[in-house]
């Protein structure tokens, strides 16, 4: 069964970092695609980062040059490296498997609160 | 970047009626492969979101058949014959033609 599972949100104070998780299981990451999506409260879905099964990334405008995605094939994981967070970061992040040009598996989301 | 724009805002629906919502890109979404890649997606309160249509107009793996997506080019419709209680949520469409990959604004379905 594919499954998705995030970690490693929580409150951070702005201009700080935290690394979320994203851990696979049922596939393989380094045969697919995966994306970051975040939801801030009361909003709609946004595209921040993928990774190609390749292994090149790729970041959207929001996190350019503060958010890296990369990914550890032995332990299937993949892992969104958040700096310099700002108060409009706050939102719940979601990992999500590329398939067919889309996304089709999604995990529960993990909550990123940018507050002092 | 691709602009996606969903119609209407919300949706105030009776149970059993249809359901039709717009989604249209700025530009066209058809890859160079031929390939058209616009998914749609359902998001009920309190829940991530979930694959109903992918590429235009094909189910999801599980997904009713009371949902069903068409169009081409710039113009794309999700439809939903009978509406039922459980379908209350957000609607997005998404591309995957171009990266970045670009969500609609969502459309609300709530019950009449």
């Known amino acids: 069964e594919v499954q998705l599972v995030e970690t490693g949100g929580g409150l951070i104070q702005p201009g700080g970092s935290l690394r979320l998780s994203c851990a696979a299981s049922g596939f393989t990451v380094s045969n697919n695609q995966i994306s970051w999506v975040r939801q801030a409260p009361g909003k709609g879905l946004e595209w921040v980062s993928g990774?190609?099964?390749?292994?090149?990334?790729f970041s959207g405008v929001s996190g350019k040059g503060r958010f890296t995605i990369s990914r550890d094939n032995s332990k299937n994981t993949v892992y969104l490296q958040m700096n310099s967070l700002r108060a409009e970061d706050t939102a719940v992040y979601y990992c999500a498997r590329g398939h067919a040009g889309g996304l089709d598996y999604w995990g529960q989301g993990t909550l990123v609160t940018v507050s002092s | 970047d691709v602009v996606m724009t969903q119609s209407p805002l919300s949706l105030p629906v009776t149970l059993g009626q249809p359901v039709s919502i717009s989604c249209r890109s700025s530009q066209s979404l058809v890859h160079s492969n031929g390939n058209t890649y616009l998914d749609w997606f359902q998001q009920r309160p309190g829940q991530s979101p979930r694959r109903l249509i992918y590429k235009v107009s094909n189910r999801a793996s599980g997904v009713p058949d009371r949902f069903s997506g068409s169009g081409s080019g710039t113009d794309f419709t999700l439809k939903i014959t009978n509406l039922e209680a459980e379908d209350v949520g957000v609607y997005y469409c998404?591309?995957?033609?171009?990266?970045?990959?670009?969500f609609g604004g969502g459309t609300k379905v709530e019950i009449k």
């Open positions: 998404m591309q995957g033609t171009q990266w970045p990959l670009t």
């Open positions: 990774i190609y099964s390749t292994g090149v990334p």
